[in-house]
């Protein structure tokens, strides 16, 4: 599109400044001791956004308290007569740099979300059109909290998130990043992040634990107050300089099947995956009933001392919602050594289940054998709705396809276990998409 403002044709050029800001060349994964250098390196000049010279003398401010000079404009844009991206700046980036209507010290938390969504998520969307971006909406009523404040979804992972707490906050967001996170993002070294208080914003590296399920470190990478405009500038230059960063650390991290922080729907249950755990949601009829039943089995399970299985953290009965841990990872085995690891895992776990006053999973499929992250070669049960004691009713509600035929039959026992185990490692053999290695 082109603009004629007196004699001069002036071109808009938004649309390829920001398809050159996204498809900038992905770097290989930096170290953490060079990520404030990157945050901070100066566009180019082939990328900078180019804008008029009315424009760069709105964006500059000559007040004492809050001077932002043309040094502090230059690091983002470039002043064109023939080229302008004037409607994405709009969009995007005048309003973060322009709104100096920033809430009181005192603001409460939600009074400062405006901000923070200006300053950070608006812009992200832009330069990572495939990410989804989600807000913790129940961070005040949930039983368990271990959603982020925000995060970015890509290709099902989380690859960067934030916590966030008002001026007055007396709570650690910086180890709520650490905390809220069960490390599964192998063979990345970290993924990244932000904390907050009020509009004190610090990004960080959200590192690999040396050992197993332990709590990441975070650490400090570069802060911005943008209570200040030549700091807001400056924030701005960080998330496009960040964003290439993410985008580099999604294809290390693989995609997953079931995404991080995004409810899945499956029958008559919601599943969403979480920061440490797995959330599971009731749904329709009799959810009460149905958590009370899964509490009575893991007071079992837990007196029984059943290895390779999940836990119960806590539950909601009012809301028809279970905790479970640990967080692992849902695959195939992709060799012999692999497959029989978790065989040997999954009998280890029925021979217990199945010993005195038994109790029968009835569900043993691939998708509810799980690999975990501290030890690749230890798998745990997951899902254990359709468990049951003896005596039983037939589950016709199971496919014949996946399940023992004695499973809809009244009165089976551990044969029908035995039977699923068995067609897994069949399954493997014969039908797995990957072959042996």
């Known amino acids: 599109m082109r603009h004629c403002y007196g004699c001069i044709t002036v071109q808009d050029v938004g649309g390829e400044v920001l398809r050159k800001l996204i498809k900038r060349t992905r770097l290989t994964i930096p170290e953490i001791g060079s990520l404030s250098e990157l945050l901070d390196e100066e566009l180019s000049e082939d990328i900078k956004i180019p804008i008029s010279q009315n424009e760069i003398d709105l964006l500059q401010s000559k007040n004492v308290t809050d001077l932002c ?102 709570e650690d967001p910086k180890s709520e990043l650490g905390r809220k996170l069960l490390w599964t993002y192998d063979p990345a070294p970290y993924v990244l992040g932000y904390y907050t208080h009020g509009p004190q914003v610090t990004f960080v590296a959200i590192c690999r634990p040396v050992g197993g399920y332990a709590i990441p470190d975070v650490v400090d990478i570069v802060q911005s107050n943008l209570k200040f405009r030549s700091e807001r500038v400056r924030h701005l230059l960080r998330i496009i300089n960040l964003s290439c960063i993410i985008n580099a650390l999604q294809p290390v991290i693989g995609r997953r099947g079931i995404p991080e922080f995004k409810p899945v729907y499956k029958n008559d249950r919601m599943i969403e995956i979480r920061g440490t755990g797995v959330k599971k949601t009731y749904l329709f009829e009799n959810i009460q009933t149905r958590v009370q039943k899964l509490v009575n089995l893991y007071e079992k399970l837990v007196r029984k001392e059943v290895p390779n299985i999940d836990h119960l953290d806590c539950y909601n009965k009012e809301s028809g919602s279970v905790h479970l841990s640990p967080k692992g990872l849902q695959v195939v085995p992709s ?82 276990d035995i039977w699923s185990d068995l067609l897994q490692i069949s399954t493997f053999l014969f039908d797995a998409p990957r072959p042996l290695r």
């Open 335 to 416: 060799n012999q050594q692999e497959l029989f690891e978790a065989i040997i895992c999954v009998l280890e776990a029925l021979v217990v289940l199945h010993d005195d006053n038994d109790i029968y999973h009835r569900d043993i499929r691939w998708d509810n054998i799980i690999r975990r992250y501290d030890d690749p070669s230890k798998w745990f049960l997951i899902d254990l709705d359709d468990a049951t004691e003896y005596p039983n009713s037939p589950a016709m509600h199971l496919t014949t396809e996946e399940h023992a035929p004695e499973v809809f039959t009244r009165n089976h026992r551990g044969e029908v």
């Open 69 to 170: 000079s043309l040094d502090d404009l230059r690091v983002l844009f470039r002043v064109s007569d023939t080229e302008s991206a004037t409607d994405f700046c709009i969009r995007a980036i005048f309003s973060p740099i322009l709104n100096d209507k920033i809430p009181p010290d005192d603001g409460t938390e939600y009074s400062f979300v405006g901000l923070w969504d200006n300053c950070i998520r608006n812009l992200l969307e832009y330069l990572i059109p495939d990410g989804v971006s989600i807000r913790n909406c129940s961070k005040f009523t949930s039983t368990r909290d271990d959603r982020p404040d925000y995060g970015l979804i890509l290709n099902n992972v989380c690859p960067f998130r934030g916590e966030e707490k008002s001026s007055t906050s007396t």
